[in-house]
């Protein structure tokens, strides 16, 4: 029978479910927040509101927050949104449980929310970015679990640099650089025997590994100074020459957007049998920097 037949001709892909996403106030956040409601979802989004001091581009604000709220209610869907910080377990817990109280249930997790502290030598940004970028991780899912039905979805955002050793990790990158590999790679592993552990509950674990991706965390100072090392003040103007050198196919990045329509697919039915995966929205980056090791 088909929607049109049984009458839900007007559903979406994930119409009615309710998603849990961190890092919801811009950038890849949002994307997802707007495009799942776009398919009928309604979102409890988190974020920090705030700057971490090792850190070196300005972080999402309270206004963010709430202009994301405003979007995806003018799509017609829900949203409750708290500020919180992913490095508080506490926090990530009661803005998951007061959301699925308000909405009546929680069917998925997105864990987007990241930092990306390169150049940065104080040991301090190693640890920011572990416990934004892994811990973050750990704490969203632990929220959400208790809520999650059968069948429902985790998803993580990992990135491509972290799967390809000498890019953030590089030492010129700084310890923050390090910070931002390792809790990358950490993230890969973690969704790996998650995928495991949930699976008798045919509730799927996956991460997504964008490349270069048109966000406020690519546009900023630091990130344009390892792009462009032969320069001593790059400017946006600079790097946009060097980001398609990160990737195969010939653009610089990605938009957001490519990315939500991949966390689509995983919160939707369509993906009910795909768990442990590590998918990469990349435009060839990691084929390109891993090459294949001949066969003998």
């Not at 990158?173 to 790679?185: D, E, P, V």
């Not at 964008?210 to 406020?216: A, I, K, S, W, Y």
Request: proline share 6%.
């Amino acid at each position: 029978m088909s929607r049109q037949e049984d009458g839900r001709a007007g559903d979406g892909r994930v119409q009615d479910k309710v998603v849990f996403i961190t890092g919801a106030a811009r950038g890849q956040g949002r994307a997802h927040a707007l495009r799942l409601a776009e398919e009928g979802a309604d979102i409890i989004g988190v974020d920090l509101c705030g700057d971490i001091a090792t850190n070196g581009y300005a972080l999402a604000t309270r206004e963010d927050l709430d202009e994301t709220v405003r979007q995806v209610e003018k799509l017609g869907r829900r949203m409750v949104a708290r500020q919180a910080d992913v490095r508080e377990p506490g926090e990530v817990r009661e803005a998951a449980d007061a959301g699925a109280a308000e909405l009546g249930r929680l069917d998925a997790v997105v864990a987007q929310a990241g930092i990306c502290p390169l150049g940065n030598q104080d040991p301090a940004a190693f640890l920011d970015a572990v416990a934004v970028d892994f811990n973050g991780v750990v704490h969203a899912v632990q929220a959400a679990l208790p809520h999650l039905p059968d069948g429902g979805s985790v998803i993580a955002t990992g990135s491509v640099a972290g799967l390809l050793p000498g890019a953030t990790d590089n030492p010129a990158n700084g310890f923050g650089g390090l910070g931002y590999s390792w809790a990358k790679r950490a993230v890969a592993s973690f969704i790996h025997d998650l995928a495991v552990t949930l699976a008798p509950r045919s509730i799927r674990a996956n991460a997504v590994h964008p490349t270069n991706t048109n966000t406020d965390m690519l546009h900023s100072d630091p990130m344009y100074r390892v792009f462009r090392p032969d320069l001593a003040s790059p400017t946006r103007e600079d790097a946009l020459l060097a980001f398609p050198a990160m990737n195969a196919m010939p653009v610089g990045f990605v938009e957001p957007e490519d990315v939500a329509s991949l966390v689509l697919f995983l919160v939707s039915d369509e993906s009910r049998f795909m768990t442990g995966m590590q998918l990469r929205v990349d435009a060839g980056s990691y084929v390109k920097n891993r090459p294949q090791p001949p066969a003998f």
